[in-house]
């Protein structure tokens, strides 16, 4: 393998001027660094980034948390971090907490172990300040993804949930439904009582009461049980002709309940949802949603994550970045008293 000593003596200059060369650090002329770097290629020499993140006490390894992979939201986030992480030579890891504290906790342990340079954290709920604290002990930078946490200041990119959530139910309303119920992820995630804001707001907005029995919370993941769905929407008076649902895994959950049960969509139940279905969307579009820019969730909380890294400012103030909504109408709402 070929080490600085091998480019240094062919070189005809010191380690020391080609670790600087390396590592772009002193004043070294152009005439020799373009040697050295014609040396490098020759020798066909690939820098260890890991003993270089050693020596300078950080590493180019950046670690992204989210809460759950099967959904697509998170699967495009994901690429959009992976993209700008490579544009800017990081090297990007991932875990999955599954809406799942201890799961959390158990992957922060791997960030402070492996000593990472900075986290793209997308909380499991407010319980997650914990965990957070711990990093901000640590003093390791992190950016808060499409969540955030009371009682934590930090860079953040975060979607305009209650705004969504406003033009999903006046979608409805639009199309003739009065009677309109809230499928939603837990309470203690910042994303999920936006969207119950949002939903009440678009009611009181348009003179209609809002129905608390309406208004039923789960965990937003793919591992939450969602059997109880029917048994909940059977018991209320009048059913609902029309569901939100907080995203897109409780609104396909939503769609096969209904189904299931012998209902139709959108004929008996009209369905939305917040965040779109990935590719197959596309293919045969159906499921009404409100998207929101995936990408750059992952993308600019990527470019705000290592700026905050390379710039080393502690007192640089925090930057939130809000990106906008769409509502994207498809068959799966039907105006009241129509089939389509």
């Known amino acids: 393998m070929t080490t600085i000593y091998d480019i240094a003596k062919k070189a005809n200059v010191s380690a020391m ?76 890891s991932f875990g999955n907490s599954d809406e799942n504290i201890e799961k959390e906790g158990e992957y922060l342990e791997i960030i402070l172990g492996n000593r990472v340079a900075g986290v793209l954290f997308s909380p499991a709920g407010d319980q997650s300040v914990s965990h957070l604290e711990t990093l901000q002990r640590h003093k390791v930078p992190f950016v ?97 002709t029309a569901i939100m649902a907080g995203n897109n895994v409780l609104g396909v959950e939503v769609i096969r309940a209904i189904r299931d049960s012998g209902l139709r969509v959108p004929e008996d139940i009209s369905v939305a949802c917040f965040d779109d279905l990935g590719p197959f969307s596309q293919i045969s579009p159906f499921l009404t949603v409100v998207t929101q820019q995936a990408y750059e969730f992952g993308y600019l909380g990527t470019q705000l994550l290592i700026e905050r890294i390379e710039k080393k400012d502690e007192n640089r103030p925090f930057r939130r970045i809000n990106l906008p909504v769409e509502l994207v109408p498809r068959k799966s709402v039907a105006r009241l008293g129509t089939s389509t």
Do not use: C
């Not at 002329?29 to 020798?43: F, G, P, Y």
């Not at 975060?158 to 979608?171: F, L, T």
């Not at 048994?231 to 059913?239: E, I, K, M, Q, V």
């Open 17 to 92: 001027t080609v670790s600087k060369v390396i590592n772009n650090t002193g004043s070294i002329s152009l005439k020799t660094k373009a040697r050295i770097k014609r040396v490098m290629e020759e020798l066909n020499y690939v820098p260890n980034q890991m003993a270089r993140g050693l020596v300078l006490q950080q590493t180019r390894q950046l670690f992204l948390l989210i809460t759950d992979i099967n959904n697509p939201f998170y699967t495009t986030l994901s690429r959009g971090a992976e993209d700008a992480a490579k544009e800017k030579g990081y090297r990007l």
């Open 144 to 240: 808060l993804l499409d969540r955030e946490v009371p009682g934590i200041e930090s860079d953040a990119v975060i979607g305009d949930s209650r705004e969504g959530a406003r033009r999903i139910v006046e979608h409805f309303i639009e199309n003739g439904h009065r009677h309109i119920a809230l499928i939603n992820g837990s309470p203690g995630i910042s994303s999920a009582r936006l969207r119950h804001q949002g939903y009440i707001e678009a009611h009181k907005l348009n003179d209609l009461p809002v129905q608390e029995s309406y208004h039923l919370a789960f965990g937003y993941g793919s591992q939450t049980d969602l059997s109880g769905i029917m048994t909940w929407l059977n018991s209320l008076n009048p059913r609902p």
